[in-house]
């Protein structure tokens, strides 16, 4: 290896040709180094004491706190207190109590002695035997259509005011002898008006008096007479009409036939039913059928009640 071996030759050469310091200065070299370490390690003393006399301060003495800006809290408003009402004398005035209302009431008070609505149920209607049933029975009618025309249009509503529930029905029939599929032999309404305790004895007495003047009519274009026959004995209360007028021909025309039929008034209790035989294409009432009509008619009522 000769390139290793002239390297170590050169080495040999130069360090020959250093020159050794004496022992004199080595001595003095290392004197000095030793001074600079004591004071080195002083001074690291010094800063480690005054270290541990100001780190007190710090952990008992914190600086003041910074202030916490906080969130507003917004001030409730007082409720107002009822004005107090002045007295006549002009002394210390008394508060009025409050005005809210008592908790599960709602809209205006009813006037002392008025009845609440009633709603009327299909039961308290009668209905016809099965041998003069045809096939729309009870069937749900406007009020105005169920109520007949007489002399005067409020002879059946003059009332209204302490009327409390009102509802009508109708119901087809046939005579007892026809077949069950022959055409009906007349359409019967039945409306029952309830009223509020009293008023329908009043009612009944002031359609009686209206009902004793009327004598004729227009029913529609048609010239109606009517008269008052003795009542029958259902109820508290009765009054039967029988009216007559010409029946119509195809055309609409009087004809020389007359048609008469029934109208019943019957009040029970504080309720009045009305049973309006209408026909069927110029039919008659037939009078037996209507007196067991309104005999049914106030049962029906009286299971009701």
């Given amino acids: ?18 020159l050794l310091a004496n022992p004199q200065h080595l001595r003095q070299r290392a004197d000095r180094r030793s001074r600079t370490r004591v004071a080195l390690v002083g001074a690291a003393a010094t800063v480690a004491v005054a270290g541990v006399a100001v780190t007190p301060a710090i952990l008992f003495d914190p600086p003041p706190p910074t202030p916490q800006v906080g969130i507003p809290v917004p001030t409730p408003t007082p409720t107002p207190t ?35 609505s009633i709603s009327i ?57 026809d077949p069950a599929d022959n055409v009906p032999h007349g ?50 209360q009765a009054i039967l009409l029988e009216t007559d007028r010409p029946s119509l021909d195809i055309d609409g025309k009087p004809t020389d036939h007359r048609v008469t039929q029934r109208i019943v008034v019957v009040r029970v209790g504080d309720v009045v039913t009305v049973l309006n035989d209408s026909g069927w294409e110029g039919t008659s009432s037939i009078p037996a059928l209507i007196d067991n009509f309104t005999h049914l008619a106030v049962t029906a009522i009286n299971q009701w009640r």
């Avoid at 290896?1 to 250093?18: N, Q, S």
């Avoid at 002009?90 to 009845?115: D, N």
């Avoid at 003069?132 to 409020?154: F, Y």
């Avoid at 019967?188 to 008023?199: D, E, N, P, S, V």
Wanted: hydrophobic content about 30%.
């Fill in 1 to 18: 290896m000769p390139d290793l071996t002239d390297r170590f030759a050169d080495l040999a050469a130069e360090v020959d040709g250093m």
């Fill in 82 to 116: 009822p004005s107090a009402a002045p007295t006549p004398d002009g002394g210390t005035p008394t508060a009025l109590p409050p005005t809210t209302p008592p908790q599960g009431t709602s809209g205006p008070p009813r006037s002392p002695g008025r009845a609440a």
């Fill in 187 to 236: 359409t019967l309404y039945q409306t029952i008006t309830a009223y509020t305790t009293g008023a329908a004895e009043q009612f009944m007495d002031e359609f009686a008096t209206a009902a004793a003047s009327c004598k004729s009519f227009q029913a529609g274009d048609i010239p109606t007479t009517m008269r008052t026959l003795p009542p029958p004995s259902y109820g508290d």
């Fill in 121 to 177: 149920p299909l039961a308290a209607f009668f209905t016809p035997p099965p041998n003069t049933r045809k096939s729309e029975t009870r069937v749900a009618t406007a009020n105005g259509e169920a109520l007949p025309e007489l002399c005067r249009d409020d002879m059946f509503t003059a009332l209204d005011d302490e009327m409390i529930g009102r509802k009508a029905v109708r119901s087809l029939y046939k005579r007892p002898e």
